[in-house]
């Protein structure tokens, strides 16, 4: 069997309408499955209750600005190094919610709690270094029909290199339907448009995926909702 036929064979079968549980996605080959969060910031002094959650009219424009530079946001292109890194079970502590996967979702939009995109792509990095050890990466691209930038478009990858890998999911944004994957085929990290990431592995290394990747994992069912 060819490196990718067991990605092919399932998107020639696959429901094309059907984008909301991981069954419709990600091939059965796999026992666990784990929702990849990024790492989350927060400004600890940040005035929660003050910022204005609509943005509709000159007061409420003005009231957002001069709170963004009073922390030093408004336009800053380094402002991660503002915040301090949170878990998202403290984050649900200091908001008084249930702790759960989607609670970045479920408070109020501000920028006092940010996505830390940096910080996310090192440890992402780091972590797939320590789970691939001695393994040979697979890069698979389902949707690169999507990608505008070249008539013929590469879709898959044989023995990628970290650095390709992480130029190419920048270029994508994290956003293309895309498999990586050891040639062993025992565990698959996979993006998606509109959808989080995923880590998928086999039972025996069920205990390593926990261990190597430093970003906080939520454990799914293959036939959940997303």
């Given amino acids: 069997m ?3 036929d067991w990605i092919k064979q399932f998107y020639k079968t696959r ?5 909301t549980k991981i069954e419709d996605f990600i091939p059965d080959v796999f026992d666990c499955y784990f929702e990849l969060h990024w790492d989350i910031g927060i400004i600890d002094d940040f005035p929660f209750d003050e ?3 609509k943005n509709e009219t000159i007061e409420e424009t ?14 800053n292109q380094r402002k991660e190094s503002l915040y301090r890194q949170i878990s998202l079970s403290e984050l649900a502590e200091r908001f008084n919610l249930p702790y759960s996967r989607k609670i970045i979702y479920q408070i109020k939009d501000t920028p006092g709690v940010s996505i ?7 440890n992402l990095k780091e972590s797939i270094e320590r789970l691939s050890k001695g393994q040979n990466l697979n890069l698979f691209v389902e949707d690169i029909s999507r990608w505008p930038f ?14 390709e890998y992480f130029k190419l999911q920048n270029s994508f944004s994290f956003d293309f339907g895309t498999f990586l994957f050891p040639t062993s085929i025992d565990w698959c990290i996979t993006t998606a448009e509109d959808l989080p990431m995923f880590v998928a592995c086999k039972n025996e ?4 995926i926990k261990k190597e990747i430093s970003l906080e994992l939520f454990q ?3 036939d959940q909702e997303i």
């Fill in 2 to 4: 060819e490196v990718f």
């Fill in 15 to 19: 429901d094309q309408n059907s984008w």
């Fill in 51 to 53: 910022f204005p959650e």
């Fill in 62 to 75: 003005n009231a957002r600005i001069k709170i963004e530079k009073k922390f030093n946001l408004f336009s």
């Fill in 116 to 122: 830390l995109e940096k910080s996310s792509n090192l």
């Fill in 150 to 163: 070249d008539e013929n478009p590469k879709q898959e990858y044989k023995n990628i290199s970290l650095e």
């Fill in 205 to 208: 290394i069920t205990d390593k």
């Fill in 220 to 222: 799914m069912d293959r």
